[in-house]
């Protein structure tokens, strides 16, 4: 369950520096560091997920709710009317006017910027759960991460439907889109591409470490203008300058844990001069 995945200080510590690189990087000038109000609400608050469109931020909670703020973080709300059923926000997608909320409880999307949500789950996998990990757009189409790999919706995620190719037969965590590629990060195969948007899926793990059976997984994709890197659960980072068909390690400086690997990248961020990353 996604609930297990990660300790609480971990989704706290990675929130709070996100929260923070985004304040000061968005006026372009060397800030003091200040301690942001978090919101007032009776349990401990874990955030997980940030998104901002203008002066409006969105947190994504742990074992709570959404909640925004529309003056840049110094006072905060709940938002979350129709919203019946969340326990864990992982990430946030801001299309124009749509915000979408994906996590633990599926997809919920807001058409007037928080005011309401909607639950998007038709056409999804139905069990005992429906973790969804990732979202992005590729042209008019809308596509989601999940346990059941990839879905794509072509109405604003008012139906959805699986992907083909072998990615649907594994937990997919991560999404990302390079020079009109798809690319999916797997909990089982490492690596897949797609150049038809979605239709057919190929495997492109040349240089990527292999711990057969199974791949290490790729928790976080991140893409500039010219490179893709992908966060692992245990090898550090890896990335690719020629739209993923060659991989290459990325962990000069990184800190091994006491078992000899790496610790799990959660999320990578580039600036002009260098890349930051959480693990």
Known sequence: SLHDALPIWKFNLIIALTF???????????????????PEINIPISTSSIAAKGDTLFVGTYRSTIYRSTDRGMTWS?????????????????????IYAIGEHGIYRSTNMGETWELKNNGLHRGNWMNVYSM??????????????????????E???????????????????????????SAGEGMFRSTNKGLSWASINEGMPFNPPF??????LYVDSENI?????????????????????????????????????????????????NS
């Open 136 to 157: 992005v757009k590729l042209g008019n189409q809308l596509f989601a991460a999940t346990d059941f790999g990839v879905y794509r919706s072509s109405n604003n995620g």
């Open 78 to 98: 709940k938002s979350d009317s129709g919203i019946s059923n969340i326990y864990w926000t992982t990430d946030f997608l801001i299309d124009e006017n749509i």
């Open 20 to 38: 923070l690189l985004f304040i000061i990087g968005s006026r372009n000038v060397i800030a003091q560091w200040q301690k942001i109000r978090l």
């Open 215 to 220: 791949v290490n997984r790729i928790n976080k």
């Open 159 to 185: 139906n959805w439907y699986p992907s083909n190719g072998d990615s649907s037969y594994w937990p997919i965590y991560s999404l990302a889109v390079l020079n009109g590629s798809l690319f999916a990060g």
């Open 229 to 277: 890197y992908a966060g692992t659960n245990k090898y550090g980072i890896y990335y690719s300058s020629n739209n993923g068909d060659m991989w290459f390690p990325d962990t000069l400086g990184l800190k091994k844990n006491k078992n000899g690997g790496y610790y799990p990248i959660y999320s990578i961020v580039k600036d002009r001069k260098s890349t930051r990353l």
